[in-house]
């Protein structure tokens, strides 16, 4: 059974950095999966933000966000990494990770969220205006 954790939410100020950390369980660094962070607005549709495929070296960011955020994975754990940077109000959400197993990440997998079988709880992210 895999599951994930994620953890480093909170409030940050405008312009300020948090790091996101998404700790999945029931899974083996070898094991080849696609893991996504996305984020979620009440009333709105969940969105890509990032990913990161399991030997952390091909990572896809959303292009409205690659120069903020990025992606990252312990290569020989199962643990994952959203850095945010230069955060901005519109940033505040609820963010996700989720873990899509049996294969390489592809970007279009930014827009596929349903696929991704396995979800965290999320984390929520606050930038006051």
């Known amino acids: 059974q895999v599951k994930l954790a994620e953890s480093g939410g909170g409030s940050a100020q405008a312009g300020g950095s948090l790091r996101l950390s998404c700790t999945a369980s029931g899974l083996q660094y070898r094991d080849k999966f696609c893991m996504g962070w996305f984020r979620q607005d009440p009333e709105k549709e969940r969105k890509g933000v990032a990913l990161?495929?399991?030997?952390?070296?091909?990572?896809y960011v959303d292009y409205s966000l690659d120069d903020r955020f990025a992606a990252s994975k312990d290569s020989f754990k199962t643990t994952g990494y959203l850095q945010m940077n230069r955060l901005k109000p519109e940033d505040t959400s609820v963010y996700y990770c989720?873990?899509?197993?049996?294969?390489?990440?592809?970007?279009?997998?930014?827009?596929?969220?349903?696929?991704?079988?396995?979800w965290g709880e999320g984390t929520l992210v606050t930038v006051p205006s």
């Open positions: 990161v495929e399991f030997g952390g070296r091909d990572t």
């Open positions: 989720a873990v899509r197993l049996g294969t390489y990440c592809y970007r279009d997998f930014l827009g596929e969220w349903p696929e991704f079988a396995y």
